[in-house]
């Protein structure tokens, strides 16, 4: 069961970083248009700062578990 754990955190934190690259490459894609559009940057400025800590927290969670912090929960 500690190899499920330990590849799921690997898992997690190969999710979070494609997440966090598949983002900042959207964003960069869509803001440097020549004709960007004010709803586009509202956008992308308000998803931003929301969705890259939730996906640090992904891999801050994955590296716990690759680290075995979550073994002890075993009965």
Known sequence: M????KMSGIICILLSLA???FLFTR?????SAANVKPDKKIFWYSILPVYVPLMFGLALFGYYALKGEYDSLEQ
């Not at 500690?2 to 754990?5: G, P, Q, S, T, Y």
């Not at 964003?27 to 803001?31: M, S």
């Open 2 to 5: 500690n190899v499920v754990k």
């Open 27 to 31: 964003a960069g894609a869509e803001l």
């Open 19 to 21: 997440a966090i690259w």
